[in-house]
């Protein structure tokens, strides 16, 4: 049906609240302040993409919460209580700018004896987990794991883990724990005996301990699906089932490759069919390959990647992590991270999810903020976020933007607003209290902390974090670019400056911020969707698109091409609104904050330039 009927049925819909049409979607029953008719609706998984129930094409933008569930202060819970965990919630959509998280549950805490299930914990964590819901935040749990189990560890050993109940750890008479020479926690994986011996028996289901996992699983999910209302569990997008997978050794004539497709897929498809058991049919498993498939050491690197998984299809999602081990090691990156410096390595999580047929989401990626390398942070994390965003860099951008690739979705290690401020026995020992940065491991990577008056505050650049990405894509994304400034002490890093080929953009930009979308319309009546920073004041906002030019947006209404509207959440957190009137059309749309006032000729002669450079590359 023509676009512009639509739009006037969509109108009556929002109006009527029962009209249901082909080409307008019914209005949803708004439980969430400040949504729109075309807010809260579930997530699947389409053409390599997640999607919308308007068919709009999603990206996931968030953080880790959190590290705490590791440590046993607060019990395995990520908060102390729910209103720490709604004061986080309220912080990391305002403050961090994220839409979704990945929610980290305890295993131990979850099965504390064998066969029996802690339901005090699991009311507990929805609790804590309805706090970022009924915030507008999307959901993804995990249970996670470290170096297999704390269980593992003496009370005087440098390292500890998670994961594993004690009971589980009990069953296998493993050696005492010891990594010999070593440097970094992650050594563990590999070289310390008692790590190794019990991810094996995991893997191969020895005293059935795989088995006694999938029964927690499957009675968690159901516990979630049954204590949470059908609106929250909208927001529930799927489910990590086990945190960065390892062998911990190989048998004989056993490579990592034929590992993952003897021992980790059948995992994940039993797993899959457990969350069928438990009402998630219509929800993914965002399964992560042999954690070292995409190590950028050479030594650590291992085949995999879920390469002989076949079409995984929309009910998984490829989910993997990235750190630059190099950056890390302060030794094999001697330098700061650079423009483009992970096109290559984000590009291939791009390929191997679209040789799956299915949604990528890198569920971490950060650097250290503490310590020896803790330099590098601010270049590292601005070139992860340059390559989620586009697998083009920044100085080549402007000039080959179609090969940007899809918008990656990701939720940066961490989120934990105790940081600094812990109280944890490590390995129980009285003598071993940790107080510092995440207590766990020596590590120091959350993006937030609480102030002395107990207000969140962020550690890392706002600029850097709170961004403009497309939240929502009404039709199909073509390429995205954001600039967005951030500072490496005194230096201001700009490495997607606008090319002097469009004096008039770059006039209009300036020193400010910019970030440029383009997409390809869809039939659907729901807008295109940007999320706006909190230094993007809708008043102070200037938008260049082909669909007009707005300088101070208005308030959304379903007949405005260009307008503003709250996020969903009630956190004063807000989005840009992009509607089109067509199907099948190329459209663009710059938002910035670097003018001001900007005339009437400025923006036309702004529009005109970025008109005709899209109709050059598109």
């Known amino acids: 049906m023509p676009n512009i009927r639509a739009r006037l049925l969509a109108v009556l819909v929002v109006l009527l609240g029962s009209l249901t049409v082909a080409g307008a979607p019914p209005a949803t029953a708004a439980t969430l302040s400040g949504s729109l008719w075309f ?89 804590q987990m309805r706090a970022f819901l009924d915030t507008g935040i999307r959901v993804y749990p995990d249970f996670h794991q470290d170096l297999y189990s704390r269980h593992l560890f003496d009370a005087g050993s440098w390292y500890t883990g998670d994961g594993a109940p004690k009971w589980a750890v009990s069953l296998g008479s493993y050696p005492r724990e010891s990594c010999g020479i070593c440097f970094f926690w992650g050594q563990n994986i590999t070289q310390n005996q008692a790590v190794t011996k019990a991810q094996y028996d995991f893997w191969h289901n020895t005293y059935g301990l795989q088995d006694s996992f999938l029964d927690t699983a499957q009675k968690t999910m159901t516990y979630l699906q049954q204590h949470l209302s059908e609106a929250e569990f909208a927001f529930v997008v799927g489910f990590d089932p086990y945190n960065e997978p390892y062998a911990g050794s190989y048998e004989p004539g056993r490579t990592s490759r034929t590992w993952e497709q003897s021992l980790l897929w059948p995992f994940y498809e039993r797993f899959r069919a457990r969350m069928d058991l438990a009402g998630w049919q219509d929800k993914p498993a965002f399964v992560e390959p042999n954690l070292f ?46 423009d483009g410096q992970y096109s290559t390595d984000f590009g291939t999580i791009r390929d191997r999810a679209s040789a799956t047929a299915t949604a990528a989401v890198v569920s971490e990626f950060g650097h250290p903020l503490s310590g020896a390398v803790s330099g590098k942070a601010p270049t590292v994390d601005k070139a992860m976020y340059q390559a989620l965003d586009s697998r083009v860099p920044g100085a080549s951008w402007w000039s080959d933007p179609a090969a940007s690739g899809p918008v990656l979705s990701g939720t940066q290690w961490q989120w934990d607003i105790y940081s600094g401020r812990h109280h944890e026995l490590m390995n129980d020992n009285p003598d071993k209290v940790r107080t510092a940065a995440d207590a766990w491991n020596d590590e120091d990577l959350s993006a937030v902390r609480l102030d002395d008056s107990g207000a969140v505050t962020l550690r890392q650049d706002a600029r850097l974090l709170d961004r403009v990405y497309p939240g929502a894509t009404a039709g199909t994304t073509l390429a995205f670019t954001y600039e967005d400034r951030s500072r490496d ?130």
Do not use: C
């Open 489 to 618: 002490g005194a230096t201001t890093l700009t490495w997607n400056p606008v090319p002097g080929s469009l004096p008039n953009v770059s006039r209009l930009v300036g020193s400010g911020r910019y970030g440029l979308l383009v997409w390809r319309s869809g039939p659907g009546s729901a807008p295109t969707e940007l999320h706006l920073p909190a230094s993007f004041p809708a008043a102070a906002t200037t938008v260049v698109s082909d669909l007009g030019t707005a300088y101070g947006p208005p308030a959304y209404t379903p007949t405005a091409p260009i307008a503003a509207a709250p996020e969903p959440g009630g956190t004063g957190s807000r989005r840009l609104l992009l509607t089109d009137a067509d199907s099948g059309a190329v459209h663009y749309a710059l938002v910035t904050n670097g003018a001001t006032s900007p005339s009437a000729a400025l923006l036309e002669a702004a529009r005109s330039e970025l008109s005709a450079w899209a109709a050059g590359h598109f």
């Open 39 to 127: 807010d809260e609706t579930p997530l699947t998984v389409r053409n390599g993409r997640f999607v919308d129930g308007n068919g709009r094409e999603v990206v996931l933008r968030g953080y880790n919460v959190s590290g705490e569930t590791k440590l046993e202060e607060n019990g395995g819970l990520p908060f102390a209580s729910p209103a720490d965990a709604k004061k986080s919630a309220t912080a990391l959509r305002a403050l961090g700018g994220g839409n979704s998280v990945r929610f980290l549950l305890s295993w131990a805490h979850a099965e504390p004896t064998r066969g029996t299930v802690d339901t005090a914990y699991l009311a507990a964590a929805t609790e």
């Open 293 to 338: 498939w995409n190590a950028d050491i050479d030594s650590q690197r291992q085949e995999g990647g879920l390469l002989d998984a076949g079409t995984l299809g929309p009910r998984y999602v490829f989910n993997t992590h990235f750190y630059d081990q190099k950056a890390i090691s302060g030794i094999l990156m001697w330098g700061n991270a650079s």
